[in-house]
């Protein structure tokens, strides 16, 4: 079965300390992998969508990246109100989508 | 331009009641799915509706159905409802061009006591 895997499942970072998020899939085919930001009691934020390995995406301060079986979301100099769950999400073949756990984000100014 | 919305924003229903959620779209947008996000979980997913036909359907039981009506709005009904269906219910909008990248509405939190 399609499967997505995010770590790790929290992540506190001092203000302008950079670090990355990892998204490991397993899939039998991908349509497309999703990056999702979520605030406390909101629905998902739509960040990017990446279609291929080696396709990279980027929006201020993230920087998304995607291989056979890993998608990064690299965040530079993090500011508090980066703080929030990002959720990565699949979308096979079948057009099924599959979603992880999330990472929980806290930026400490 | 108004976003995805849901009604109502909070539910409180007992168990093997049936309940009503509903969701309009982001203007210009014509599909809609449904997903149901337990407490610490990732959204998992429900189904998909196009030209008021359900197009997808994830791993989820009869109890839950949907409708898409022609101004391509959607609700989704569960019946018999169970302790374990309580939890966020969140509806996505997608154009049918470009289906797969979906605008998420705030929600409905269903509580079954």
């Known amino acids: 079965e399609d499967q997505v895997t995010q770590s790790p499942e929290a992540l506190r970072l001092q203000e302008g300390e950079s670090s990355s998020l990892n998204c490991s899939y397993t899939?039998?085919?991908?349509?497309?992998l999703f990056w999702y930001r979520q605030d406390p009691g909101k629905g998902p934020e739509f960040l990017f969508t990446?279609?291929?390995a080696g396709e990279e995406k980027e929006k201020e301060r993230l920087k998304a990246t995607l291989t056979k079986k890993e998608s990064f979301l690299h965040i530079t100099a993090p500011k508090p109100e980066d703080s929030a769950t990002y959720l990565c999400?699949?979308?096979?073949?079948?057009?099924?989508?599959?979603f992880g756990t999330g990472t929980s984000l806290t930026v400490i100014p | 331009d108004a976003g995805v919305t849901q009604s109502p924003t909070h539910l409180i229903k007992t168990r093997g009641q049936q309940v009503t959620l509903r969701c309009s779209p982001k203007?210009?947008?014509?599909?809609v799915s449904w997903y149901q996000q337990a407490l610490g979980q990732g959204p998992q997913f429900i189904f998909q509706?196009?030209?008021?036909?359900?197009?997808q359907r994830g791993n989820f039981p009869d109890r839950f159905s949907g409708h898409q009506f022609p101004n391509y709005s959607s609700e989704l009904n569960v019946n018999a409802l169970l302790l374990g269906d309580s939890a966020l219910y969140l509806c996505?909008?997608?154009?049918?061009?470009?289906?797969?990248?979906?605008?998420f509405g705030p929600g409905t939190r269903l509580l079954v006591l």
């Open positions: 996505a909008s997608s154009s049918g061009t470009e289906w797969e990248t979906q605008y």
């Open positions: 999400a699949l979308l096979d073949t079948g057009n099924q989508f599959y």
């Open positions: 203007s210009g947008h014509d599909t």
């Open positions: 509706y196009y030209e008021e036909e359900e197009r």
């Open positions: 899939v039998s085919g991908l349509r497309g």
């Open positions: 990446l279609y291929s």
